[in-house]
């Protein structure tokens, strides 16, 4: 088929974006062609696998095609971004009409077959009025029902024409669930597939040392992540032989208070940055335990990818996290409770010596263990990984693209 992805951000960084990536390489590998229409910020584009420059089309901001920054879909981004909820109404209408001229013009430049967008928010709601005689497949990455809570304003640009959407991609039953209740839909529009990893990347390499003990954090700096609680607590570690890796970048005040925090304790923490997925992988094969102190997520693909790389992981117990893991030994996973959260993705003050005294038992006993036994049992992470590759990912979502045109046919006749 003739694939027309369309994604309103950045397309090589942030877990949707990484999502996109493996899907254009899965859909070419499988004999699609793949076409492309994406929001980024003033810099150059990254070439992408799967997708030819010629086959782009991009929503240029920050004095290109719009004169603002480019708004992020969560509030804090790994690059320069501005948030939905700052954007005036006349920057909105210029949003829409943007982008409604740019997937207009790779219409016309592209024989379409299908259309598969990312986040059900503005321009996958663009995007269907533009494109309403094609069949269409959304993927939900979580933010963007975030964003629904948050942005009550914007629920006419987005609603209606969401719910005409053919198939909606869920990445878990109670995401689907979450989607149901939020945009009034029915749960037959919605296909659950799950998320997956590259597993000829991410993979176990030689033994690790034991000492010291290797932990790592992979993703952006800010407080809807717990990299702050995190750097916090890593400081009652001191005199234990353990270092903390940051790989990840973000903008603003929170990365800066993240950053200034990491640099008083640089002897024991290295941060690296925004790293490439190759790099990523090699730096999880180093590390013994990986950390996803998060208040907020969908269905972290970087718990699947750490624990294919050999690591044990310490995350909260979010319903994402515990549909990737909660049925996984404990010797892999330990996992913190949560207590109910003040704003969508942020504790009441008066939660937070509890939520400390837990983040350090479960990090102190993940150490023990490693130092114990330093290599994880292969084969309890086998049984976890073994499903969840993004060949296996992308044959469910070739049976949700059967489906949408199925659906959009029918719709068509009524």
Same mark, same amino acid.
């Given at each position: 088929m003739n694939i027309l992805h369309i994604i309103s951000q950045h397309p090589e960084s942030t877990g949707s974006g990484?999502?996109?990536?493996?899907?254009?390489?899965?859909?070419?590998?499988? &004999?699609?062609?793949?076409?492309?229409?994406?929001?980024?910020?003033?810099?150059?584009?990254?070439? %992408?696998?799967?997708?030819?420059?010629?086959?782009?089309?991009?929503? /240029?901001?920050?004095?290109?095609?719009?004169?603002?920054?480019?708004?992020?879909?969560? @509030?804090?981004?790994?690059? *320069?971004?501005?948030?939905?909820?700052?954007? +005036?109404?006349?920057?909105?209408?210029?949003?829409?009409?943007?982008?409604?001229? /740019?997937?207009?013009?790779?219409?016309?430049?592209?024989?379409?077959?299908?259309?598969?967008?990312?986040?059900?928010?503005?321009?996958?709601?663009?995007?269907?009025?533009?494109? !309403?005689?094609?069949?269409?497949?959304?993927?939900?990455?979580? +933010?963007?029902?975030?964003?629904?809570?948050?942005?009550?304003?914007?629920?006419?640009?987005?609603?209606?024409?969401?719910?005409?959407? @053919?198939?909606?991609? !869920?990445?878990? *039953?109670?995401?689907?669930?979450?989607?149901?209740?939020?945009?009034?839909?029915?749960?037959? /529009?919605?296909?659950? #597939?799950? +998320? &997956?990893?590259?597993?000829?990347?991410? /993979?176990?390499?030689?033994?690790?040392?034991? +000492?010291?003990?290797?932990l790592l954090y992979a993703g952006k700096l800010s407080y809807a992540k717990g990299v702050d609680w995190l750097l916090r607590v890593f400081a009652a570690f001191e005199g234990r032989p353990v270092h903390l890796h940051l790989a990840g970048s973000g903008y603003g005040e929170e990365a800066a208070e993240c950053l200034a925090t990491a640099e008083k304790m640089r002897q024991h923490v290295t941060v690296h940055g925004a790293i490439s997925q190759k790099e990523l *992988?090699?730096?999880?094969?180093?590390?013994?335990?990986?950390?996803?102190?998060?208040?907020?997520?969908?269905?972290?693909?970087?718990?699947?990818? *750490?624990?294919?790389? &050999?690591?044990?992981?310490?995350?909260?117990?979010?319903? &994402?996290?515990?549909? %990737?893991?909660?049925? #996984?030994t404990p010797e892999l996973v330990e996992f913190i409770a949560l207590p109910r959260m003040q704003t969508i993705d942020r504790p009441d003050s008066q939660d937070w010596h509890f939520l400390d005294s837990q983040l350090v038992k479960c990090i102190n006993t993940m150490v023990d263990r490693v130092m114990h036994s330093p290599s994880p049992p292969f084969e309890a992470i086998k049984a976890v990984i073994d499903q969840s590759n993004w060949q296996a990912l992308f044959r469910k979502i070739a049976g949700s693209y059967d489906q949408a045109r199925s659906d959009h046919q029918a719709r068509l006749r009524k």
């Open positions: 990484f999502y996109l990536q493996n899907l254009l390489r899965q859909a070419e590998i499988t &004999g699609h062609r793949n076409f492309l229409v994406a929001g980024i910020s003033s810099e150059p584009f990254l070439r %992408l696998a799967g997708v030819n420059p010629e086959s782009c089309r991009f929503v /240029k901001f920050s004095g290109g095609d719009l004169d603002f920054v480019i708004p992020g879909m969560s @509030d804090v981004m790994p690059y *320069a971004s501005s948030r939905f909820n700052d954007l +005036t109404p006349v920057e909105l209408d210029s949003y829409e009409r943007v982008f409604a001229e /740019k997937i207009g013009q790779a219409a016309r430049d592209f024989s379409i077959d299908l259309v598969h967008s990312h986040h059900l928010w503005i321009v996958s709601a663009v995007t269907r009025r533009v494109l !309403a005689d094609y069949p269409m497949v959304t993927s939900c990455h979580s +933010t963007d029902l975030r964003q629904l809570s948050q942005c009550h304003h914007l629920l006419d640009r987005v609603l209606a024409d969401c719910r005409r959407i @053919d198939r909606i991609l !869920a990445l878990s *039953a109670s995401q689907a669930e979450t989607i149901c209740h939020l945009y009034n839909l029915p749960m037959e /529009k919605i296909d659950i #597939v799950g +998320t &997956g990893f590259d597993d000829q990347l991410f /993979k176990m390499g030689r033994n690790r040392e034991t +000492t010291p003990v290797h *992988a090699e730096l999880m094969r180093r590390c013994h335990i990986f950390v996803l102190p998060s208040f907020y997520e969908g269905l972290p693909l970087v718990l699947l990818e *750490a624990l294919a790389s &050999g690591c044990r992981i310490v995350t909260t117990n979010l319903p &994402g996290c515990l549909e %990737l893991l909660g049925n #996984v």
